[in-house]
């Protein structure tokens, strides 16, 4: 799956728009690397989201087209 298209489901970032000009402006880490949007996203990833004034550090657990709201935090662990 994509990194942005991740990002909006696991509703880290709520829109997929937001998510991509996070990408492209490399407030988005993968790994301690910058990603671009069209990163394919895979289980055990690290991502560190530096948007606000703390940076959020996840690892993603498991990968889902679809996730209910109740169901989105359930893809990801916070570091």
Known sequence: MRLDKYLK???????????????????????????????EVKVGDIITVNMGSKPLTVRVLSISEFAKKNEASELYEII
């Open 9 to 39: 489901i696991s509703r880290i970032i709520k829109r997929r728009t937001v998510a991509n000009e996070a990408c492209d402006a490399e407030r988005i880490e993968v790994n301690s690397k910058p990603a671009r949007a069209s990163y």
